[in-house]
């Protein structure tokens, strides 16, 4: 199987993960719960791993990195501490469900702040016309269905002119367009462990700018356990129950791996998967690409249409020639509305640290024997 599906899950991960998700299993109990070696074990895995994503996302305290289940949980927990029903709330025009659907069932007042796919200066303009008066703002900082990077740092320097909160959703951006949480200033961020972090499904990280964040769930942390109301600190206020200790030992191989390899690296990699790939399908008049001229606006995602087949039928066919990618609206119709996709969406092919040039070239391949 050609794997080209990264930007749902990273299918592909360094064999250190999946070593240190069984080894945690065999070796590690619960964090904070004990002092014998199984817990002490787990709780070494579990602070190695909140400061190696410090280190990562330029978080100068790492108490201040809080395990999540998914993006999606940590996105909710955001929103639900900043915004209450008939606030008004900035998005941009890429916005996942995971930030649209959760806003939608508080009842706040959503603006969004629409640009055209590939220019950053139409978005920064749209969201200083929607900033005064806002209780919020929320931006993801890469489009999962386009791969456009937004310009997370001009909007963020807007968000602290206006004195709005912001929470960023690094979901596609982590782990290969760098982040630098204490320099954005932005209330929240947002990501999961199982895709560009090439973490186990189940794991996610909120990266907080302080204490004042409303839990989702309330319940044992291991500490002021004579409470009732949940600590006022991080990370203890946000992690009530039992941490997903294989999870996290395993999002920590994976961190390490990318710290060893390096964001920019990654990237780097991706892009130039992107620009092969593109290359060998642009002589085909009917595929249309969604590609920006300005390759640093692009991260390793590429969507495309295929004239005269639907989307779904297209992934079908490529599955049956062992290309795995998705179709569709991606969980992410506003970015389609935006781009004008809504009606048709699109195929998505995204790519990895693991893929080759000569996966991505068979992919065209079979791109072109479907259209035949």
Not at 63 to 72: G, I, Y
Not at 315 to 344: D, F, M, S
Not at 362 to 367: G, I, T
Request: charged letters at 20%; a neutral charge.
């Amino acid at each position: 199987m050609i794997y080209l599906d990264s930007a749902a899950t990273s299918f592909q991960k360094p064999a250190a993960v999946r070593y240190a998700v069984c080894e945690a299993m065999g070796t590690m109990s619960s964090p904070g719960r004990g002092g014998y070696e199984s817990a002490m074990l787990a709780a070494e895995a579990v602070l190695d791993c909140r400061t190696a994503l410090a280190d990562l996302f330029c978080v100068k305290d790492p108490e201040r990195v809080v395990f999540t289940s998914s993006a999606t949980h940590g996105l909710n927990a955001a929103i639900r501490s900043l915004v209450r029903p008939g606030d008004p709330v900035v998005i941009s025009g890429y916005e996942h469900n995971a930030v649209w659907r959760p806003l939608w069932g508080i009842g706040a007042d959503i603006r969004v702040a629409a640009s055209p796919l590939f220019e950053p200066e139409a978005a920064v303009e749209a969201f200083r016309r929607m900033l005064p008066g806002a209780k919020a703002a929320v931006c993801t900082q890469v489009s999962n269905v386009f791969g456009y990077i937004l310009p997370i740092r001009e909007i963020a320097a807007l968000c602290r002119e206006e004195g709005v909160p912001l929470i960023v959703d690094a979901s596609q951006g982590a782990g290969s367009v760098g982040l630098d949480f204490d320099g954005l200033g932005c209330a929240f961020a947002a990501m999961p462990g199982h895709k560009g972090l090439l973490g186990p499904q189940g794991t996610g990280v909120l990266l907080c700018r302080d204490s004042r964040v409303e839990p989702l769930l309330y319940g044992g942390t291991g500490s002021m356990s004579r409470e009732a109301a949940m600590p006022d600190f991080l990370p203890d206020r946000m992690e009530a129950g039992t941490h997903n200790v294989p999870g996290i030992a395993g999002l920590l191989a994976g961190v390490r791996w990318l710290q060893m390899r390096t964001c920019p690296a990654v990237l780097y990699h991706e892009r130039a998967l992107l620009a092969a790939f593109s290359a060998a399908l642009a002589d085909d008049s009917r595929v249309r690409q969604f590609r920006a001229k300005d390759p640093s606006q692009q991260a390793g995602v590429l969507s495309v249409q295929l004239r005269g087949l639907d989307c779904e039928e297209a992934a079908a066919r490529l599955a049956e020639r062992g290309v795995a990618v998705r179709a569709g609206l991606h969980c992410a119709p506003l970015a389609h509305r935006t781009a004008g996709t809504l009606e048709e969406g699109t195929v998505r092919f995204s790519f990895s640290p693991f893929n080759t040039e000569r996966e991505v070239l068979l992919a065209a391949r079979a791109v072109k024997d479907i259209l035949k």
